[in-house]
C-alpha cells in the first residue's frame, strides 16, 4: 500500500503546530515534531507504506512527548518568587502574627495581617509575638517569636 507523500505530514504537522498556539496546553508541539520526523522519513524514503509511516509517526511522537515531559519538568517553573502566587496559606508560614486571646489548651486565636486567626501553640500570652510554622486548614500553627520553639 502506498503511503502519503511528505508534504502531506509537513503540512498537518505545521497545523497541530499552530494550534498548540491557540490550544495552550504544551503537547501538542511534541506530536507537531514527530509528525515533522516522519515528514523527514517519508522524504527520505525511509517510510515508503502508509503501516512505515503510521509506526514512525506513534515512536516519534511518543518519544517527543517523553522528551517533552523531561524538557517540562526539568526547567524551574515552580520555583522562585512567583511560587507560593496562588497558595495563599503557604505564604503566611514564617509570617509574624500577635496573640489576640492567651492560648487555653494549645489553642487560641492570632491576628495576622488584618485578619484574626484560629491558632494552635501552647504557652502564648495576649499580645505576644509568634511566628507562623505551619498551616493547617483554616488553622494556623505558631511558635513564640523569641525564636524558641513552643512546647507542642
Not at 525511509?46 to 526547567?75: N, P, T
Not at 513564640?144 to 520553639?149: E, F, R, S, V, Y
Amino acid at each position: 500500500m502506498q503511503g502519503l507523500a511528505w508534504w502531506n505530514w509537513a503540512v498537518v504537522s505545521a497545523l497541530v503546530a499552530v494550534a498548540e498556539l491557540h490550544l495552550p496546553g504544551s503537547y501538542l508541539i511534541w506530536v507537531a515534531l514527530g509528525g515533522m520526523l516522519t515528514a523527514v522519513a517519508a522524504a527520505a524514503g525511509q517510510a515508503a507504506s502508509l503501516e512505515m509511516q503510521i509506526s514512525v509517526f506513534a515512536v516519534a511522537a511518543g518519544l517527543s512527548c517523553v522528551a517533552g515531559w523531561f524538557v517540562y519538568h526539568a526547567r524551574p517553573w515552580h520555583k522562585g518568587e512567583d511560587a507560593l502566587l496562588n497558595r495563599r496559606a503557604q505564604q503566611m508560614v514564617g509570617a509574624r502574627a500577635t496573640v489576640c486571646d492567651g492560648f487555653v489548651n494549645g489553642e487560641g486565636k492570632v491576628r495576622l495581617g488584618d485578619s484574626e486567626w484560629l491558632a494552635e501553640g501552647a504557652g502564648l500570652s495576649a499580645g505576644s509575638t509568634v511566628v507562623v510554622t505551619e498551616v493547617r486548614g483554616a488553622r494556623l500553627v505558631v511558635r513564640a517569636a523569641d525564636g524558641q520553639p513552643s512546647p507542642q
